[in-house]
Each structure stands twice: as C-alpha cells, then as structure tokens.
Nanobody, 126 residues
Framework: QVQLVESGGGLVQAGGSLRLSCAAS????????MGWFRQAPGKERDFVAA????????YYADSVRGRFTISRDNAKNTVYLQMNSLKPEDTAVYYC???????????????????WGQGTQVTVSS
C-alpha cells in the first residue's frame, strides 16, 4: 500500500508561481517512478511531468515544458512540481502518482501508475 499526499495548491494570478509537493509512504520511494497529472472539469486526466527513480530523467508535456520543473528528494520521500509563469489554462486539480520500477509502460499515460494522491486544486486567475 502506498499513500500519497499532495500539498501546495491554491489561487494565483497569471504569471505567478506555485510549488506542489507530494509526500509518499508505504513503498520504498527510491524504487518508484513518480508523475504529476492534472484534470480540469469535464476533461480527461492529462500528463504533466514525470521523473525516474534517481531523478536523472524527467519528462514534460509540451504545454508545460520550460515553465514547470519536476524534482524529487529521496531522503524526504517527496516529489515536487515547481510551476512558474502560470496561465489560466493551467487551472486544474493536480494529482501525483507512483509506480514501481518494474513497470515498463510509458510514464506519460495515467494508466501506467498504480497509486494516486487525493489531488490539490490549482486555480490561475487572469
């Protein structure tokens, strides 16, 4: 069993920044790849960013590349999403997700993850 708890969401003006955190427990964090996804009302859950076990490899959706940065601290069992230059279209509930290293499916699809957090709301006003 894995528990994921997101924090750091909120209301911010366009152009502003937020830093999301996801604290993990229950499975050795350093053996898990981690991802961030988001879901706006009436839309599907979309990939935002992912990071491999060691943090060496990171992946981003085209819509956030250059503005968002994913990172992890294996000593603190935490993954982060630094979001800069936020836009109104970034408004969504943001979820972190975990998957074991043994999974071979793409990190970019939400079906490739086995545990999810409860989500944190990010609202960007224009």
């Amino acid at each position: 069993q894995v528990q994921l708890v997101e924090s750091g969401g909120g209301l911010v003006q366009a152009g502003g920044s937020l830093r999301l955190s996801c604290a993990a427990s229950g499975r050795t964090f350093s053996t898990s790849a981690m991802g961030w996804f988001r879901q706006a009302p009436g839309k599907e859950r979309d990939f935002v960013a992912a990071i491999t076990l060691s943090g060496v490899n990171t992946y981003y959706a085209d819509s956030v590349r250059g503005r968002f940065t994913i990172s992890r601290d294996n000593a603190k069992n935490t993954v982060y999403l630094q979001m800069n230059s936020l836009k109104p279209e970034d408004t969504a509930v943001y979820y972190c997700a975990s998957r074991p290293a043994s999974y071979t499916s793409t990190l970019l699809n939400h079906r490739g993850y086995d545990y999810w957090g409860q989500g944190t709301q990010v609202t960007v006003s224009s």
